[in-house]
Structure formats: structure tokens, C-alpha cells
């Protein structure tokens, strides 16, 4: 699976849906799923997280991140068909480019994208499930 930067926010800043991030995540450590993130999402992370708390809440943060999920970096490969998803999907929905690279991401990853937001179901590509969808299935 790849995690957009979506549901580690909720779980974070402990919003809705927080509780099903924290079953996947509580999965991933005990290395029942392999986990990606796009390496963009690093960078999302902090700043969101820096932004809502402050910069030592995000770099702890990040320390959990970088031992329990693999990192993906945005190569040659991926940063073009970001860049294809976001021409393609700017005109119909909106594609944010973060977005439209994580998307590439999970492409390459072959990995079902794990997120919240209802603009990855429009890119046919890739399988996007919501964190309560994920866990649903993975039953």
C-alpha cells in the first residue's frame, strides 16, 4: 500500500477516522503490511504538522515515519506521469501536483493508494481506498 499524506494527518492531529489510521498503522509495524510513501509526503508532513503544532512535533513525527514506512523518492519515472495525472485531472476535479505525484507513486509501487480524498478515485490507474475501505478488505 502506499499512505498519502492524508490519513497520517488525521491520525496526527487525532481528527475523524483517526482510529482506523491507527489499526493500519498499528499493522505495519507489527510487519503485517508493507507500507510505502511517496518521499514528497515527508516534506507535506512537515510543514502541515510544523504549521498546526510546531517544528519539534513534526520532526518526531517524521522519526516515526522514517522507521516504520518505506519511502518511495519521486524519480524521472514517477515525477512525469505526476505531471501527466495533473494536466489530465486539472480540468475535470482538480488534482493538487503533491497529489497527482503521490498518485504516481502508488502506480509504481503497484500499491492499492490508501487516502481520504475523493479526487484519487477519478485517475482509473490506480485502486484508492479510504483507511475504513483498507481495513475492510484486508480482513
Do not use: W
Not at 502508488?106 to 485517475?123: N, P, Q, R, T, Y
Amino acid at each position: 500500500m502506499v499512505l498519502d499524506t492524508y490519513p497520517l494527518v488525521i491520525f496526527f492531529k487525532n481528527e475523524t477516522g483517526a482510529d482506523d489510521v491507527q489499526k493500519i498503522l498499528r499493522k505495519i509495524e507489527k510487519g503485517r503490511i508493507d507500507a510505502f510513501i511517496s518521499t514528497l509526503t515527508i516534506s507535506e508532513i512537515y510543514y502541515i504538522l510544523a504549521r498546526y503544532m510546531n517544528a519539534e512535533f513534526a520532526t518526531t513525527v517524521l522519526k516515526y515515519i522514517r522507521i516504520n514506512l518505506k519511502r518511495t523518492p519521486v524519480n524521472d519515472k514517477i515525477a512525469e506521469k505526476g505531471g501527466q495525472y495533473k494536466f489530465q485531472y486539472v480540468r475535470t476535479k482538480g488534482m493538487p501536483l503533491a497529489d497527482a505525484i503521490i498518485a504516481a507513486t502508488a502506480l509504481e509501487e503497484k500499491a492499492v493508494l490508501i487516502s481520504g480524498e475523493k479526487h484519487f478515485k477519478k485517475i482509473e490507474e490506480i485502486e484508492t481506498k479510504s483507511p475504513k475501505e483498507f481495513l475492510q478488505s484486508f480482513r
